[in-house]
């Protein structure tokens, strides 16, 4: 034990929540966000439970992700930001290396080559997602904000290289989540707006250039945004039946696992990518409205302790795993409703999948680490 | 290049990092706003519209194919009915290789090797779920034999299903007719929602002409399906909240015919080894008795499905089993229509019951050497009508034909249902031909110059030439001579009974226009005749009515198929079977009540009065309560 004699008798006098809040800072764990995910993942298990058809194996697969998802979140909450910061360019480099390993020698998976096989597959762009607005961040860390000229031009090679090699693989959903991730962080550094601007100009002719390099099935899943009702049961089957299922979901849902649309197979990859639809149909609007607000509140918290963050490198970073996880939401759920197009981004912490859960939660460690190494004074 | 970095104020970076990070916070929240309104717009807004594509996905209407209703004779006995049977049914889906399976089927003999593929292709077009029959029965070796083998036949099995059956075979089967599978054009002629659960329609028969009645209503049921079209099951998962709303199919109409099993039996068998047709109807109301055509053919197969093989042996058959004589085959009546004649010259004063004329055994035209054979070489002297009638003399009826002309016999045998369809309810009856001046006008190319010849209402009066009649139409006729010129519609079906209330409709009897004769006396006259034919010394069918323990009237016929030269006799023993005279008979009975008139054609049979009255008299005993017991 910790406490003894009169400190014993001053921790009585306090509220109960005040012990818990003093435990918890002391393992390096932020309880309002710990709070947040757990509930997230907590709903996530009940709806992903109905959507593998009430498949136990499928399920518990799920729950121990989540537990080895939990225990990475504790593990990197332990490591102070600082010695993050000095091992970032390191962790950058074996990324990389990584990434080369898998355009060389990659297996085929689902198409495309992301996976690498040590035993257990891994995919190496999971690395990226973090160290990307990582070495950004530790790039401007001793440099005077905002960021400009020269400075910009590395850290837009630190971006565009991994970008590109994962976009090579081809997985261009996940190569344009890291880019986001790293511009993230330049934009939180304070680039100029004018320069934003420019390089939005600058897209139109790079969305064109992006538009010749797609594959065809990337450049169809565009064009089926803009009319699903084209070919009702070729490319845009999907996102009709993913709409209907939400749509007749109704205010109050169908109820837990007597979703027509999911049980019945109309919807696709009802456990993954369209999750959120069998959320919709299931549970209602009211259900859906429940987990955005836990989002929010989980994103609003991490905002909130980038703004507190005492360094560059932590507050950046902290801002950039905030913005990014809310793009993960954003655009898991505008796709599956219909907004945008169908980029294969699961929802985080709810679809049914194992990487991609570990690196948030280690996102959300880094995060934890940030707010509970916290010193009272300034460097 | 900067030597020294430059000094961080950090108050100055937080003060622009909160700047940004309340920017984010307006964007997070617009985009989060725009994913909501979506929703709202989805889950509220539209929640009808896609509450209906929802429930329209995953119901589907599953059709329930009424029980056909059954078929029985006027005494109860019955005809069609409905067996459980063991159908050989493979489904598509669970086929790891379907032509092999196919393949070995037929090596089995559970197929023939020439369906292979079009059981490949049915199997290709419907639903990968849905079961293709491959054989409508199977016998209980095929069951026992496919039983050990089942286990090499991943997704064929046999499954209990209702089919047709016909207890009596061969006997009955032009009347009945078969169900057989439906076809293509069978689907473009009926509403297909009605028959959306039904594998068999009515073909011929009074199973096709009362199809309606005996088909019923298809009732149909909501059922649950995912989203390859399989059912699932309702109650699991709670899928099943809105109604699910089904309706039971309706039994079709059972049927009561008039046919009388016996009699028909025994008409079959007195046409046994033969070609030809009898036909049996009450005068009093147009009932059909007995209607035969031999030879017949198992309409079982028909409603079992048979292999191409097996059709093309039944199509092709010179015998023409298939082929419906009674109705649908067009004989030259022959002496048939002495009878009628006979009337239409009194009635028109053509001749008199008291008139004479001398056969010789021919007779020539004014003015022409052709020479009209009467079918007694020697000739019948001196002769008066009614033994002209009873002993079938060709030259009285030469001679009188003059007078009556061709228009007037067109006139009488017309009233009398010849050259016209008797509107039996059995698709696809001939209407004969009773010919015309008109007729042959328009009947022939070069239409102005073809004319009526004086020779050609000579041959038309002993009904040879053009004249052509079906059975059906002779047992018409005689029931209309013995009910003295009143007509009743031929018909087969005499009550229809719905299976459910059990209420019967009776068919009510079809009074035709009649036979404009008004004299009692005539008919008095001809049907004496009629009544010597059979039941006199001089009578041509003596042989048959002689000895009778009632009194009955007939006429004998007997119809050229092939023409004899000038000079030549007729010698049957020379003629090659096929091109042997058609011998014909008509009879009614009893004489002074009549129950039951009989038309009987024998193809090839020779003579009527040796051939084709016993089996008359064989129908007529039976139906009269004479018959030897069966």
Known sequence: MRFSGTEELFERRTLPLGDMARFLRHVHIDGPLLSGLLLICGLGLVVLYSAVGENMDLWLQQCVRLGVGLVALFVVAQVPPGVMRRWTPWGY???????????LRGEIGQGAQRWLDFGIRFQPSEIMKLAVPMVAAWYLHDRQLPPRGAQLLVIGLFIAVPTLMIGAQPDLGTAILIALAGMLVVVLAGMSFRLMILLGLMSVPGAWLLWRFMHEYQQQRVL???????????????????????????????GWTNGSQAQLEFLPERDTDFIFAVMGEELGLFGVLSLLGLYMFVVARGLFIAIQARDTFARLLAGSI??????????????????????????????????SMVTLMAGFGILMSIHTHRKLVPQ | MRLIAPIKDHHRETRLFFGRVLLASFFCVGLLGLVIARLIQLQVFDYQHFTEKSLGNRVRIEALPPNRGLIYDRKGRILAENLPAYQLELIPEQVPDLEDTLRRLAALKLIEREDIQRFADLSRRGPRFKPVTLRFRMTDDEISHFAIQRPRFPGVDFQPRLVRHYPHGELAAHVIGYVGALSAGDLERLDPAAYAGTAHTGKTGVELFNEDKLHGDTGYRQIVTNARGRQVAADSRGLTQTLLENESPEPGD?????????????????LQGRRGSVVAIDPTNGEILALVSAPAFDPNTFALGMSTSEFNALQFDLDQPLFNRAVRGNYPPGSLIKPMLALAALETGATNLTRRTFCRGFYTLPGSTHRYRDWRPQGHGQIDLHDAISQSCDVYFYEISRDIGIDG????????????????????????????????????????????????????????GYMLATPLQLAHVTATLAMRGKRYRPHIVAASENPITGERNLTVPEALSGVEIANEFYWDSVIAAMHAVMQSETGTARATGLGAPYAMAGKSGTAQVFSVAQEEKYNEKDVAERLRDHALFIAFAPLDDPRIAVAVVVEN??????????????????????????
């Open chain 1, 93 to 103: 480099a074996a990324g990389l290396a990584l990434l080369a390993l898998v355009l």
């Open chain 2, 605 to 630: 049979g020779s003579s009527g009065s040796r051939v084709a009255a016993p089996i008359a008299r064989n129908v007529m005993d039976q139906y009269l309560g004479f018959g030897d017991a069966i």
């Open chain 1, 224 to 254: 089926m945004l803009l009319n699903p009702d084209s070919d009702p049961l070729g490319a845009g089957y999907n996102i009709i039946q993913s709409k209907i299922a939400i749509g007749s979901g109704g205010l109050f849902g169908k």
């Open chain 1, 322 to 355: 905030s913005l990014t996880f809310f793009v993960y939401v954003f655009v898991n759920t505008a796709m599956v409703t219909g907004l945008v197009p169908v980029v294969g981004i699961p929802l985080p912490l709810v679809s049914f999948g194992g990487t």
């Open chain 2, 254 to 270: 059972n049927l009561y015919l008039s046919l009388d099993l016996d009699l028909q039996r025994v008409a079959t068998k007195s």
């Open chain 2, 409 to 464: 016999m067109h006139t009488y045998l017309t009233q009398f249902g010849l050259g016209n369809e008797t509107g039996i309810d059995i698709v696809g009856e001939k209407k004969g031909l009773v010919p015309s001046r008109e007729w042959k006008r328009q009947a022939f190319s070069d239409r102005p110059n073809q004319v009526w010849f004086p020779g050609e209402t000579i041959i038309t009066s002993i009904g040879q």
